[in-house]
């Protein structure tokens, strides 16, 4: 797709474009700005007991191509890369941490069903900058009290919001500065209940088409996340440290004074 796009002079945008959300991108404004120094190394959690409690039909969401890395570690993998740029390397072990569930709502409920895919997923990702990042992702893990996602720079931390959202809280917690971590105001207009602003993608692709230039969430970058979360895959089944092959530019930060309401980019 991304080939054929640029034979023909196309733009594809994809998601996910949460990192479009003030939060996301308060965030990248306080990296950009030297507010906790260099990046030097970050964590991120995704902690869950899974989707069957929920949803109807969760099966396939336990099979290969699923599980937790990539129906929900790909938003953390994503405003990653749009925080810290492309990843290098990746190291990884994987395990399944149940191999039956039991669907627990809907016409199927109470139906069990075997597991097809790992459901605790460790890796290390070693990015361009030389900032190393811890992620797990799981369905099985129940109250952890993790953070979504840490960055630990030279000068303090970044404590960014849900990955899986719009909005906030983006807390910093600078060295030497008493009283731990502290709330900054979201830089950018994203209303209080725009949590779930699904479509923002879409909008600012049709921007960047009448404006000539790339979109902030652009295809290279979901090629190159897909390839860091197969190189993952790649790693835990061979043991060893996997290059990823591709790499993508950051996209650039959305613009000051901008409204983050699906729609309303301008």
């Known amino acids: 797709m991304l080939r054929t796009a640029s034979e023909r002079g196309l733009k594809i945008g994809c998601a996910p474009d949460t990192m479009l959300g003030a939060g996301i991108q ?3 404004k306080l990296l950009d700005e030297g507010a906790i120094g260099r990046p030097l190394g970050g964590v991120a959690f995704f902690m869950s007991p899974g989707p ?6 969760p099966v396939f969401l336990y099979q290969q191509g699923a599980g937790p890395l990539y129906d929900v570690g790909v938003y953390y993998i994503s405003a990653l890369v749009n925080l810290l740029g492309p990843v290098a390397s990746v190291s990884a072990f994987g395990r399944m941490l149940y191999p039956e569930r039991v669907i627990g709502s809907g016409p199927r409920a109470g139906e069990s069903f075997r597991v097809g895919t790992d459901t605790y997923v460790a890796a290390v990702l070693r990015f361009e900058n030389e900032a190393l990042v811890n992620l797990i992702a799981s369905f099985g893990v129940w109250g952890a009290g993790l953070p979504r996602v ?3 720079g030279g000068d303090g931390i970044l404590d960014v919001p849900d990955p899986n959202t719009f909005g906030g809280p983006v807390r910093v917690n600078r060295h030497g500065v008493e009283g731990g971590f502290s709330e900054v105001p979201l830089a950018f207009d994203n209303p209080g209940d725009c949590r779930n602003c699904r479509g923002m993608g879409a909008a600012d692709l049709a921007e960047a088409v ?3 230039r790339e979109p902030r969430a652009p295809g290279a970058i979901a090629y190159h996340v897909l390839d860091v979360m197969q190189s993952i895959g790649e790693s835990s089944a061979l043991g060893r440290h996997v290059e990823v092959e591709s790499t993508c530019e950051r996209p650039a930060p959305m613009p000051q004074g901008t409204a983050l309401a699906e729609g309303e980019l301008r």
């Open 150 to 152: 840490q960055v630990y």
């Open 210 to 212: 009448r404006e000539g």
């Open 26 to 28: 308060t965030s990248r």
């Open 52 to 57: 069957e409690s929920w949803h109807p039909d």
